[in-house]
């Protein structure tokens, strides 16, 4: 009589155990990746894709519960139409095409800065490889947006960390690039990586935006003036740093 106790409490217990497997299967922290993300990058894959590649291949995008693919830019795919057009989710250009596509009607908007140069006047660019998505994903997904540039930053993190690694990795994924040749890139990369005034990759200053905008301006190059404001958010980008 007591082992047949033993044993109706013993399949009760596994069919517990069972069931709460399943719940956490069916939860945010069990399930399979969150979403699906698409990125349009400025140029074919180098070294400037790195970061983006370690993200990837090291699981920092899965971590996050997301499922990512990106698409080098062409003469024949632009990432600001693509972003723009619904076609990928973000894309990577500088912070003068997105002013400049602002201008013309197209509701972009910057969420982190990755290659940052110091500039002699406003009419230089100082933002080259920027992170840009729509005003609608920001305001209909911003979780989203937040996991992706996290785990992009991760990846940038580890590119910066340990440059001879992250380029093995890159080289593994894109053919006829050249190990020292896009390592020798990268390690000219990391200063501008780390430029910003806090030393944290993807930080943006609106000094920065401002005076940009204001040399377009000056220059006749918007269609139509806006708030400079508009164009970027340091939301995400200061969510992420503010946890750290």
């Known amino acids: 009589m007591k082992r047949r106790s033993f044993l109706i409490g013993l399949s009760v217990i596994v069919i517990l155990v069972a ?4 719940v956490y299967l069916m939860t945010d922290i069990g ?3 969150l979403d699906t993300v698409s990125v349009c990058l400025t140029g074919p894959l180098d070294a400037r894709s790195t970061g983006i590649v370690l993200a990837q291949e090291e699981g920092f995008f899965r971590q996050n519960r997301l499922t990512v693919s ?6 024949r795919i632009d990432p600001v139409r693509s ?3 619904g076609a990928d989710t973000f894309g990577i250009a500088s ?17 982190a800065a990755f290659l940052q140069h110091p500039v002699e006047d406003q009419e230089d660019d100082a933002y080259t490889e920027v992170l840009f998505t729509t005003d609608k994903t920001v305001l209909e997904s911003a979780k ?3 996991l992706f540039l996290s785990a992009l930053l991760r990846g940038w993190q580890e590119a910066v960390d340990h440059p001879e690694t992250a380029v093995s990795i890159l080289v593994s994924q894109a053919e006829g690039l ?9 390690r000219a990369l990391i200063p501008s ?4 005034v806090n030393g944290r990759i993807g930080w943006m200053e609106s000094t920065q935006w401002e005076a940009l905008y204001q040399g377009l301006e000056a220059k006749g190059l918007l269609d139509d003036r806006f708030d400079p404001s508009e164009v970027y958010t340091t939301r995400f980008i200061e969510e992420i740093y503010g946890r750290d």
């Open 19 to 22: 069931a709460a497997a399943g």
């Open 178 to 186: 050249d190990q020292e040749h896009e390592l020798a890139a990268l």
């Open 83 to 85: 972003v723009a057009s």
């Open 31 to 33: 399930r399979a990746p």
């Open 193 to 196: 990586l780390t430029a910003a």
């Open 144 to 146: 989203l947006v937040e």
């Open 95 to 111: 912070a003068g095409e997105i002013i400049v596509a602002r201008s013309r009607g197209l509701p972009l908007v910057a969420v």
């Open 70 to 75: 990106f698409k080098p830019g062409s003469g």
